[in-house]
């Protein structure tokens, strides 16, 4: 390395993929979104995927032409957090947008998942379970002091490995997102900017944790501010006067969470952080798989030039709320090249896959109707009403990984051991 001459500034020494690079990525990415088409006759080209709905008009011309791109939109909020379209509406404008592969990343919440994932089905979009978990880094791990990050988690289409485990720390930071409002709405009323706690869980809806944006489109409802810009930077931003901390963990805890889970993590928008260089030094050193670069107007600039410092893979996504507005990005606007899209999928799916056996032997060692439900929890992949008998275990296995995976990944799950572990149990009984 130290023999390499640096290049010059503005200027790439990187050469640019071939369209034969383009093309095995686009069969990679295209087989595992359509498992139908997993195992085609022959080797689909860019304008076989644009006749089969897989590629949008405009980005098969792109693929074609040896600059591909798929979308797939890896950063999007519903109404279970700070969003303003239901789960369902979200799916329906991401497909009407071209979206063929949706990650819905509420705020440390996943309860939004199986209604995403239900109304996918009638579009024939893939769903990735995803949540975006908020975090604190503090180089000293010292309680409520440092910079507040925001950890983007996408699991396979079972969901996490040890969904209990991750469920309590997200529970502990929607729980410290009460307190944490109520402070901020004292804080305010001492500036005379009164705001009703009602009004605040009223427009949070019933269940959701209320965040900032909740309490800024309070703020715009009052007449105090002209726009909810207006309120963070005046108020809430994490500089302004009523800001307040909530029970955030430790941002490389929740890294390690997301890896020990069977997740892909990446940092979100680290344009928005005071010191990203020491953030994403302490990440990448916990474990941090990717970072977002790419938004609808381009790379942002040199962060791409510190994802490849760290080696981490370079995604992005709209960050979509659905609160319109010119300052709004839609839903599927950030073009991820064909190629990120295929080394991210290379980077996932022998995570999700090594998830999807642990899931299926906690099953397999307990074999009931209640840890039925559980490998399903993300959607209604499966129903099995009057489910009494394990006799055909592995046939309701094989059920759910077909729901899960296209066809070669089902080959990548090594079964044997869940195989054995189920016959024992018949055998028991």
């Not at 644009?50 to 791109?69: N, T």
């Not at 979308?71 to 789960?87: A, Q």
């Not at 000293?140 to 469920?167: N, Q, T």
């Not at 760290?310 to 090249?337: C, M, N, P, Q, W």
Request: contains cysteine; hydrophobic residues 40%.
């Amino acid at each position: 390395m130290g023999s390499r001459k640096k290049a010059k500034p503005g200027r790439s020494r990187k050469k640019p993929k071939s369209n034969a690079d383009q093309a095995l990525a686009l069969d990679y990415v295209r087989a595992w979104v359509l498992p139908a088409a997993s195992a085609p006759p022959t080797k689909p080209s860019a304008a076989d995927a644009a006749g089969d709905g897989f590629l949008p008009h405009q980005a098969s011309k792109m693929a074609s032409g040896g600059g591909g791109s798929v979308l797939f939109e890896l950063h999007s909020h519903s109404n279970h957090s700070d969003g303003f379209l239901s789960p369902s509406a979200l799916v329906e404008r991401a497909h009407r947008n071209g979206v063929k592969v949706l990650a819905l990343t509420d705020h440390d919440t996943m309860a939004g998942i199986p209604e995403a994932m239900s109304a996918a089905q009638k579009f024939g979009m893939r769903i990735i379970p995803g949540v975006e978990i908020s975090a604190l880094y503090s180089p000293r791990e010292i309680a409520g002091a440092g910079e507040h990050v925001h950890i983007l988690a996408y699991y396979g289409m079972c969901g996490p490995s040890r969904f209990d485990d991750l469920e309590r720390m997200l529970s502990n930071i929607r729980d410290g997102r009460y307190l944490r409002a109520r402070n901020m709405l004292a804080k305010l009323n001492r500036l005379n900017v009164p705001i009703k706690w009602e009004h605040v869980t009223k427009i949070a809806g019933e269940g959701v944790a209320p965040g900032r944006l909740h309490i800024a489109r309070a703020m715009v409802e009052m007449g105090h501010v002209e726009n909810v810009r207006q309120a963070f930077n005046k108020y809430i931003g994490d500089d302004g006067p009523a800001y307040a901390t909530g029970s955030e963990p430790f941002a490389e805890t929740v890294v390690q969470l997301i890896n020990c889970t069977g997740g892909i993590s990446a940092l979100a928008h680290p344009w928005a952080l005071k010191n990203p260089d020491a953030v994403i030094r302490a990440l990448k050193g916990a474990g941090l798989d990717a970072m977002e670069v790419y938004r609808s107007d381009g790379k942002v600039d040199g962060f791409s030039e510190l994802a490849e410092k760290y080696g981490l893979l370079k995604i992005g996504g709209s960050d979509f709320h659905g609160r319109g507005g010119k300052d709004e990005s839609d839903i599927g606007t950030v073009k991820l090249a064909i190629t990120t899209l295929c080394s991210f999928l290379k980077m996932a799916r022998p995570i999700w896959c090594s998830a999807m056996k642990d899931i299926l032997l906690k099953f397999a060692e307990e074999p009931s109707a209640v840890n039925l439900g559980k490998i399903v929890k993300f959607g209604e992949l499966i129903h099995f009403d009057g489910f009494s008998s394990m006799d055909a275990g592995m046939d309701i296995v094989n059920l759910c990984l077909s729901s899960w995976l296209s066809n070669d990944g089902m080959e990548e799950v090594e079964l044997e051991e869940v195989r054995l572990k189920l016959a024992h149990w018949v055998c028991k009984r």
